[in-house]
């Protein structure tokens, strides 16, 4: 048990479908993040939050929607979704924004998320 | 560009031996780096760190090497068990305005018994 939980573990949708993962930390940590890893290819970070604010979108595509409403939660809006998004989506903590080095990121197991 | 890769994608040991999984970086800027071990349905768990002014760090059964002169780390895994089993990330830190962690691809270790 890391601290962090992530729900669905699993979940299946149509390219016309609109879900939404969870994320919940129980770390009292400052910061959270979306991470996607696909099959073959490198953890790839899609979104970062500090203290409930967005300070970084990597250059994700809009049909992915995050929410952040208060530091222990986030979501992953998901609209529209195209059948090469499918892969794993992880969540993570740290105690604060990884800028200086030193911060660890605490991850959830993860949503396995197939687009038919 | 910047990437951080893995030199092995898979590596086969035999139960109690010593595991030696090795990782290139190439951005000398960066100043810290980790290691994740990441299990089958489940999430990269932290195993060890180093920063850069450092060139060895040891922890429980865990060794993290950094080679600044030619930019490579490893990890190396004492007595290796069954329960090591598992896919390895490194990941360096090069800071930047914001801060990220990139990851390499992984190297999945299989321990036989």
């Known amino acids: 048990e890391t601290g962090v939980t992530q729900t669905p573990r699993h979940l299946v949708m149509g390219m016309t479908n609109k879900k939404s993962l969870k994320c919940e930390q129980h770390?009292?940590?400052?910061?959270m993040y979306w991470y996607k890893q696909s099959a073959k290819k490198p953890l790839e970070l899609m979104f970062v939050?500090?203290?409930?604010?967005?300070?970084e979108n990597n250059s994700v595509p809009s049909r992915f929607s995050p929410e952040c409403p208060n530091s222990s939660h986030l979501f992953l809006h998901l609209h529209t979704l195209q059948p090469e998004d499918s892969a794993l989506y992880l969540c993570?903590?740290?105690?604060?924004?990884?800028?200086?080095?030193?911060?660890?990121?605490?991850f959830g197991s993860g949503t396995q998320l197939s687009v038919l | 560009g910047e990437s951080v890769g893995l030199h092995l994608p898979t590596l086969s040991v035999q139960e109690g031996d010593n595991s030696i999984i090795n990782c290139a970086y190439s951005n000398s800027a960066s100043d810290y780096f980790i290691w994740y071990k990441q299990e089958s349905g489940k999430g990269p768990q932290f195993i060890i760190d180093?920063?850069?002014?450092?060139d060895k760090r040891q922890g429980q059964r865990v060794t993290v090497l950094l080679n600044k002169t030619v930019k490579h780390l490893s990890l190396q895994i004492a007595a290796t068990q069954p329960g090591d089993s598992a896919v390895y990330f490194c990941?360096?830190?090069?800071?930047?305005?914001?801060?990220?962690?990139?990851f390499g691809k992984g190297t999945k270790l299989s321990v036989k018994p």
């Open positions: 180093i920063r850069s002014n450092m």
């Open positions: 990941a360096e830190n090069y800071g930047g305005s914001q801060g990220n962690l990139i």
């Open positions: 770390l009292g940590h400052n910061a």
């Open positions: 993570a903590s740290s105690q604060d924004r990884l800028q200086a080095g030193g911060e660890k990121l605490f």
């Open positions: 939050y500090s203290l409930e604010e967005r300070v």
